[in-house]
């Protein structure tokens, strides 16, 4: 795309009242008459990477039995000792401690007969101390790990939202100076403003329970890696330039 096509693009300065009546003659010109001048509309946006510092694990365990009330009893005793373990040393470490998803469904061969039950529970632990999440979840008894997901915690998105914010804001009302100076006038006025943000990190990292049971199984801290997210903040607005 040509620096023209991208002028163009990137900004929207609104015809003089005569002009635009000119142009479109079956609007009536008093309405012509009370259209804004010189307004100009463009965006400005600042983003950064930062470190992720919330890390949320999904334990599961998975059962197999004839009938579905045998299936949900294994998993209840299961899913109760798991807490058992966990809500003391959750507590101690300030980590987020919950039940997650929990179903049984009929199992069925090769031929689509139901021969049997299926079950699985999950238990999440959630939080900033990556070493106590790591340390507590290898030795959760029964369940090993099958899914990790890497956040920002609020604490840390704010703030970073925030000193993004301020950037984007800045660079809006250096555009804005430019812009004005570039169309040949002295000074602007603020019309519209929006502000938006956005956050997007690296995606989930989903792991199969099998290649995680032996860490599970003997105790040893599940082995995690934190990512990197990107705030970004858009201002996008108008603004009218003035003589």
């Known amino acids: 795309m040509t620096f023209s096509r991208r002028l163009v693009c990137a900004l929207m300065v609104t015809l003089s009242p005569a002009a635009w009546a000119s142009e479109h003659s079956s609007v009536p010109a008093e309405a012509a008459a009370r259209a804004p001048e010189r307004v100009v509309g463009f965006s400005a946006s600042a983003s950064l990477d930062v470190l992720q ?21 294994q998993l209840k005793q299961v899913l109760a000792t798991a807490l058992d373990r966990t809500r003391a040393p ?6 987020e401690l919950s039940t997650g998803a929990m ?12 021969n049997g039950w299926t079950g699985r529970a999950e238990l999440i ?10 340390e507590l979840a290898g030795k959760v008894p029964g369940m090993t790990v099958a899914q990790v997901r890497w956040s920002l915690s609020p604490a840390l998105r704010q703030q ?13 009302r ?6 004005t100076e570039q169309f040949g006038f002295k000074d602007y ?17 989903a792991l199969m329970a099998r290649s995680m049971s032996a860490s599970a199984a003997d105790g040893a ?23």
């Open 53 to 73: 510092d919330w890390v949320s694990l999904s334990l599961a365990h998975q059962v197999e039995a004839a009938d579905a009330a045998a299936v949900q009893r």
């Open 221 to 243: 801290a599940v082995p995690l890696e934190a990512g990197r997210s990107t705030v970004s903040v858009s201002v996008t607005g108008t603004v009218q330039l003035r003589p």
């Open 125 to 134: 632990l959630a939080g900033r101390d990556l070493a106590a999440v790591s």
């Open 174 to 179: 250096a555009k804005a100076r430019a812009l």
């Open 160 to 172: 970073t939202a925030e000193q993004v914010q301020a950037q984007a804001v800045q660079r809006f």
């Open 189 to 205: 006025s603020l019309r519209e403003v929006q502000v938006s943000e956005d956050g997007a990190g690296r995606p989930v990292q």
């Open 103 to 114: 179903q049984v469904s009929p199992r069925y061969d090769q031929s689509g007969r139901m």
């Open 90 to 95: 959750a507590a101690a470490s300030q980590l």
